[in-house]
């Protein structure tokens, strides 16, 4: 069975690529826009792993993050941030909030974004 992959991503352009690099690689992605579509969906689905943008409209990925934290049921969920913000300060809080990777989108392609995914789903 495909690993479930959520994307929270407002870019619809980046959303596009994401979903069909993580489709070619056999993977089942759905998508939502802002952060609370997001944890909306987070809960419905129960996916295998949250892609997750910061800077978004509504609720931003750190807060989900933290949501998705403090609630026992999507808690264990493994979270990979996607971001513009690339200071190291953001990255810090990104993790120190459970993220388990922070990916800095200018320094990763699609492909290899799709290749963190899958080490991380393989590690749990």
Known sequence: MPKKILLIEDDPFLSE???I???EAGFEISLAQD???GLQRIKD???DLVL???VMPNVDGLEVLRTMKNDASIRNIPVVILSNLGEQEDIKRGLELGAEFYIVKAHYTPT???AR???VLEKK
């Open 112 to 114: 290899e974004v799709v």
């Open 45 to 47: 689905e129960i996916p």
């Open 52 to 54: 997750l943008d910061i």
């Open 17 to 19: 690529i994401y979903v």
């Open 21 to 23: 690099k993580f489709k």
């Open 35 to 37: 952060g609370s579509l």
């Open 117 to 119: 995914v899958r080490a």
